[in-house]
C-alpha cells in the first residue's frame, strides 16, 4: 500500500529514526523500531545525511524496516554532492530492497559550502528526475510552515513549494514547528497557492533543554511564550523539564491534530521510551486508529 493511499482513507501515523554511524552497532536502534512498531505506526521514514556520509546505514535501517514486514520504510534522500549517475544507482539500489517511498530533499549545505556541488541545485529537480526514471516511488517533499531559513519570504518558498508539487511530488512532511497560529496561517496559504498535497505535520518531541532551543533556532523556527517560559522555569532541571516538555508535547500533537492535517509524524529522536510515554499520555494512536 502507498502512504498517500492511507492518506486518503485516515490520518496517518507515523516515526522519523536516525541511523546510528558507521562504527556503531544497528541492534539499538533495531530494537527500538521493534517498540516502535507496537504503535503499528503507517511509515517509518529514516534520515540521509547530505552528501551521503553514512548512507550504508540509512540503506541497512529502511531494509530492515522493510524486511520486518510490519510497516512501509520511506527514506530521507538528498541533492547534495551527488550525479545524475550516483543518484541512479543509489534509487536502484532502493527499489531492488522493495523501498519505494522516498523523501525527496535538496539537503543542507556541509561546513564552507554554498551549493550542493552535485546535478541538482534544488529538490524539485529531483522530484522531477526520480518522476522520470523511477515513476515506482512515491515522492515526499519538505514543506517550511515558518519558511525555509534560506528563502526571501514565505510566498517565495511557498512558490518552490508548488513548484515540487507540479515536478510530481506526491506529499508534504513539515519542518518542525512549535508556533500553531503560523501553521493554521501556512496551511491556508498554501491551498490559496494551489497546492492540493496533504500534509505530513512534524512534531518535534520537547525533552532537553538545549536540544530544543538548537534545533529551533538552526531551523529559523520560532520559540513561542508558552515554550520560552517552559524553558526559563525548567531549564536548570532536567527531570522536571522532560516531564513539562512531554506535557507541551502532547498539547502540541492535539493542535495540529485539529488543524486538520492529513498526517502526523513524530520526530522519535531514537527514544522510544520518552515518545512511548508522549503517546500513551495523549491517547493519540487509539483515536487515530479508530478514526475518532
Ligand atoms: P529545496 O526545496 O530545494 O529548498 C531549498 C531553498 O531553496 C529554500 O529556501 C527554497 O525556498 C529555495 N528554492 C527551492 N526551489 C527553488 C528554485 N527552483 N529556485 C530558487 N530557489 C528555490 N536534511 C538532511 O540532510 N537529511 C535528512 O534526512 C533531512 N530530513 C528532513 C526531513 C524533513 C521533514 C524536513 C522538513 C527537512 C529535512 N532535512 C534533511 C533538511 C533539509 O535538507 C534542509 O531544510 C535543506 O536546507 C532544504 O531542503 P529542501 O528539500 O527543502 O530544499
Known amino acids: 500500500m502507498k502512504v498517500t493511499e492511507i492518506m486518503r482513507r485516515k490520518m496517518c501515523f507515523s516515526f522519523e529514526v536516525f541511523p546510528p554511524k558507521a562504527e556503531q552497532p544497528l541492534e539499538p536502534l533495531l530494537q527500538?523500531?521493534?517498540?516502535?512498531?507496537?504503535?503499528?505506526?503507517?511509515?517509518?521514514?529514516?534520515?540521509?545525511?547530505?552528501?551521503?556520509?553514512?548512507?550504508?546505514?540509512?540503506v541497512a535501517i529502511c531494509q530492515a524496516i522493510k524486511e520486518s514486514g510490519r510497516t512501509i520504510p520511506v527514506t530521507h534522500y538528498t541533492c547534495i554532492g551527488n550525479s545524475r549517475e550516483q543518484i541512479k544507482a543509489d534509487l536502484q539500489r532502493y527499489l531492488s530492497l522493495s523501498v519505494d517511498h522516498i523523501l525527496a530533499l535538496r539537503g543542507d549545505f556541509p561546513k564552507g559550502w554554498t551549493e550542493t556541488m552535485g546535478d541538482f541545485d534544488y529538490a524539485n529537480e529531483l522530484v522531477?528526475?526520480?518522476?522520470?526514471?523511477?515513476?515506482q516511488f512515491t515522492i515526499a517533499v519538505a514543506g517550511y510552515p515558518e519558511k525555509h531559513f534560506q528563502a526571501?519570504?514565505?510566498?517565495?518558498?511557498?512558490a518552490h513549494l508548488r513548484v515540487k508539487q507540479?515536478?510530481?511530488a506526491d506529499f508534504i512532511m513539515t519542518q518542525l514547528?512549535?508556533?500553531?497560529?503560523?501553521?493554521?496561517?501556512?496551511?491556508?496559504?498554501?491551498?490559496?497557492?494551489?497546492i492540493h498535497l496533504p500534509i505530513d505535520a512534524g512534531v518535534m518531541p520537547v525533552l532537553t533543554k538545549e536540544p530544543t532551543i538548537r534545533m529551533a533556532v538552526s531551523n529559523g523556527s520560532a520559540v513561542p511564550r508558552e515554550l520560552a517560559e517552559l524553558i526559563a522555569r525548567y531549564g536548570e532541571n532536567p527531570e522536571d523539564f522532560k516531564k513539562a516538555g512531554k506535557e507541551y508535547t502532547v498539547r502540541l500533537i492535539y493542535e495540529f491534530v485539529n488543524a486538520g492535517i492529513d498526517g502526523l509524524h513524530i520526530y522519535t529522536l531514537n527514544r522510544w521510551q520518552d515518545v512511548s510515554e508522549i503517546l500513551e499520555a495523549s491517547g493519540i494512536r487509539g483515536k487515530i486508529r479508530s478514526g475518532e
Open 32 to 58: 527500538t523500531l521493534e517498540h516502535l512498531y507496537r504503535y503499528e505506526p503507517d511509515f517509518v521514514s529514516c534520515t540521509y545525511g547530505a552528501g551521503g556520509t553514512n548512507a550504508g546505514r540509512n
Open 152 to 158: 526571501p519570504s514565505l510566498e517565495a518558498d511557498i
Open 166 to 168: 507540479d515536478a510530481g
Open 177 to 194: 514547528c512549535y508556533d500553531l497560529d503560523q501553521f493554521r496561517r501556512w496551511m491556508e496559504k498554501i491551498r490559496q497557492a494551489g
Open 128 to 135: 522531477e528526475f526520480i518522476k522520470e526514471n523511477f515513476p
